[in-house]
């Protein structure tokens, strides 16, 4: 099955300014950063995590503690999805218990990703409640999950894919719908 790009939803600007206004609103939802900590989920939650991580230092002059979660020893569906999953490590320095804890991934659709994210995260303690911060929320969830903070809503069809391309990782900062042929 071949994709075609179809659109250009976010440029480097339009992400930046997501992230931004995620930063704010997470800022201005928990009263500061008072017990706050951020956990990107890899891949590509992880830049993100790190970007919103630097703009509260920007706004508030407060290092928040930022973890990686890799959730691949957590989805229900791997076996369906028919790839086996690399394991890399969590590496979530400090303690999640009583912590208000900001998850971050880039795009949320099935919500599938998250729950197992949810999993993971009570794995290591007890946070005192749990948030969730995503670039794109596409739609089409099986679970009920919702986002708290979302960079956009893009309504697509299943047919669709959304690629998050990031510096980090890809070279290049955009977000790009493209449909299956």
Same mark, same amino acid.
């Given at each position: 099955?071949?994709?075609?790009?179809?659109?250009?939803?976010?440029?480097?600007?339009?992400?930046?300014?997501?992230?931004?206004?995620?930063?704010?609103?997470?800022?201005?939802?928990?009263?500061?950063?008072?017990?706050?900590?951020?956990i990107g989920i890899r891949r590509r939650g992880v830049p993100l995590a790190q970007r919103?991580?630097?703009?509260?230092?920007?706004?508030?002059?407060?290092?928040?503690?930022?973890?990686?979660?890799?959730?691949?020893?957590?989805?229900?569906?791997?076996?369906?999805?028919?790839?086996?999953? /690399?394991?890399?490590?969590?590496?979530?320095?400090? =303690? *999640?218990?009583?912590?208000? &804890?900001?998850?971050? #991934?880039? +795009?949320?659709?099935?919500?599938?990703?998250?729950?197992?994210?949810?999993?993971?995260?009570?794995?290591?303690?007890?946070?005192?409640?749990?948030?969730?911060?995503?670039?794109?929320?596409?739609?089409?969830?099986?679970?009920?999950?919702?986002?708290?903070?979302?960079?956009?809503? /893009?309504?697509?069809?299943?047919?669709?894919?959304? =690629? *998050?391309?990031?510096?980090? &990782?890809?070279?290049? #900062?955009? +977000?790009?719908?493209?449909?299956?042929?």
């Amino acid at each position: 099955m071949s994709h075609h790009e179809k659109n250009q939803i976010l440029d480097a600007d339009g992400i930046r300014r997501a992230l931004t206004r995620i930063a704010h609103e997470i800022l201005e939802r928990n009263a500061g950063t008072q017990d706050l900590v951020l956990i990107g989920i890899r891949r590509r939650g992880v830049p993100l995590a790190q970007r919103i991580a630097a703009k509260i230092k920007e706004i508030e002059g407060t290092s928040v503690p930022l973890g990686i979660l890799d959730i691949n020893l957590y989805r229900d569906d791997l076996s369906r999805l028919g790839y086996h999953p /690399v394991l890399r490590k969590t590496e979530v320095p400090f =303690s *999640v218990t009583d912590k208000k &804890v900001v998850l971050v #991934d880039d +795009v949320l659709y099935t919500g599938r990703t998250v729950r197992a994210a949810l999993d993971a995260i009570m794995d290591l303690g007890r946070p005192k409640l749990i948030q969730l911060a995503v670039l794109i929320d596409r739609g089409h969830r099986e679970l009920p999950i919702r986002a708290d903070f979302v960079g956009k809503n /893009v309504p697509t069809s299943r047919r669709e894919t959304i =690629s *998050v391309l990031l510096q980090e &990782v890809d070279g290049i #900062d955009k +977000v790009v719908i493209e449909e299956a042929e």
